[in-house]
């Protein structure tokens, strides 16, 4: 079982930047891939990042690319994100996921466990 914590949302303008935390306890996370989802008021969870389990490989959704920078230290057993040039549309509850293998995934179906999130809300 694994416990995982988020941290590090709030209110920011835009052009602003936030460092989103994922905290987890239970058991390591080092060999599982990592992935980052968010959830804006009446819609699906949508993927924005995922990690591989060493960090090696990291992927992007689109509209996050270039802005946005998913890491992880598995010594500390913590997943972070790192969001720069902060945008309206970007406001939402972001989660992250534990993932099911060590590759991660963009298909939040793959994911076993997830936190209760933390709000991100972007003003114009």
């Known amino acids: 079982q694994v416990q995982l914590v988020e941290s590090g949302g709030g209110l920011v303008q835009a052009g602003g930047s936030l460092r989103l935390s994922c905290a987890a306890s239970?058991?390591?996370?080092?060999?599982?891939?990592m992935g980052w989802f968010r959830q804006a008021p009446g819609k699906g969870r949508g993927f924005v990042a995922r990690?591989?389990?060493?960090?090696?490989?990291?992927d992007y959704a689109n509209d996050v690319k270039g802005r946005f920078t998913i890491s992880r230290d598995n010594v500390k057993n913590m997943v972070y994100l790192q969001m720069n040039s902060l945008r309206p549309e970007d406001t939402a509850v972001y989660y992250c996921?534990?993932?099911?293998?060590?590759?991660?995934?963009?298909?939040?179906?793959?994911?076993?466990?997830w936190g209760q999130g933390t709000q991100v809300t972007v003003s114009s």
């Open positions: 239970g058991r390591t996370i080092s060999m599982n891939g």
């Open positions: 990690i591989t389990w060493n960090g090696g490989i990291t």
């Open positions: 996921a534990v993932d099911r293998s060590g590759l991660g995934s963009r298909n939040p179906l793959e994911y076993t466990y």
